[in-house]
């Protein structure tokens, strides 16, 4: 059974950045297309980047230019790099397969940034 989990989560000031990483216990998560989740307080998960097997990237339009998706293959691990964080960043954000997350979702990790 594959487990995600997710770190880096913080409290910063808008304008502020965070980089976030998402560990995969095994290596077959390397093959996966995968994605960065937020679920901001109150509201459903939504899809924020995207990184493909071969390293193609696509983002939610009200992250792109600011955040940016990588993965290191060896370490099997899934980072977002957060950048220009504005207050509507603030939630709970989570890592896991896409288009269809087929993985128990980890427990996140909580990104707060006042303003």
């Known amino acids: 059974q594959v487990q995600l989990v997710e770190s880096g989560g913080g409290l910063v000031q808008a304008g502020g950045s965070l980089r976030l990483s998402c560990k995969a216990s095994?290596?077959?998560?390397?093959?996966?297309?995968m994605a960065w989740y937020h679920q901001a307080p109150g509201k459903q998960r939504e899809m924020v980047a995207v990184i493909n097997g071969i390293g193609g990237t696509t983002y939610a339009e009200s992250v792109k230019g600011r955040f940016t998706i990588s993965r290191n293959n060896a370490e099997v691990t899934v980072y977002l790099q957060m950048n220009t964080l504005k207050s509507e960043d603030t939630g709970v954000y989570y890592c896991n397969t896409f288009p269809s997350p087929k993985i128990h979702w980890g427990q996140g990790t909580q990104v707060t940034v006042s303003s």
């Open positions: 095994g290596s077959e998560v390397n093959l996966f297309t």
